[in-house]
């Protein structure tokens, strides 16, 4: 028999995109820690013939959308699940994704030859590993800064007003703990449970003297799964 608190637990979800729906288990409620907005570069970059196009999330395909018409590529990768949906969405087809949606997956998984072209769209705050991995393996890499993450300020006045309230907080990037931990004490933080995606995220939460718990797969819906199973 499965045996739930008599109060749905409230559950904060930190990533950029989420839809809200009843839940029998849990109250969620979407706080986006980061928005972002939108870099200027060099279209001409986009003129060349590329071996890959490589997304790496929801937002790379949010803000790249404009330019895909103009991009010569002879293979699309995707960093994970998510990032597929968001291309597929708009009638992309991918040809590779990682079965661990993240930069070291990819680093596992795709096999980069040298003098491959390669187009590589991100946020400006992403991290190195992907790009140097493509780097070390004798490919011509052309990054493009698209955008860059911010603070959500309205989600930071919404979760300061519900501190007292809040069961889990999901955080998904170190992005979104350093806007959260930019904003609030150790000690305010000390009674939520972080549900943190992915190695990076837990690390850079624990910096800051805090603990997570962390799924086996790196997906909002695994975050929501665990959660449910942990109070049961």
Sequence with gaps: MRIMPASKP???VTQSTFEEAPDDDLTLVHAP?????SLPFDT????TQYTWLVMTSKNTVKHFLPYFKEVQADKISSIGVKTTEALNMH???????????TQEGFIEECTIHPGDKILYPASSQK?????????????????IELYYPKVHEGSIEKIRENL??????????????ESLMGNFTKEE??????????????????KYGLIASKP??????????FIKESIQ
């Design 127 to 143: 991290r190195p590993l992907m790009r140097d991995y493509m780097r070390d393996r004798g490919a011509d890499v052309t990054e």
């Design 44 to 47: 001409d970059v986009l003129k």
């Design 91 to 101: 009638g992309i087809d991918v040809d590779f994704e990682p079965s661990t949606y």
């Design 216 to 225: 086996e797969h790196e997906t909002l819906g695994h975050m929501i799964n």
């Design 164 to 177: 007292g309230s809040i069961d889990y907080l999901t955080l998904s990037s170190p992005s979104a703990v």
């Design 33 to 37: 820690l980061i928005t972002t907005e």
């Design 10 to 12: 409230v559950v904060y």
């Design 189 to 206: 933080l000390k009674d939520i449970h972080f549900i943190a995606i992915g190695h990076v995220t837990e690390k850079r939460l624990n």
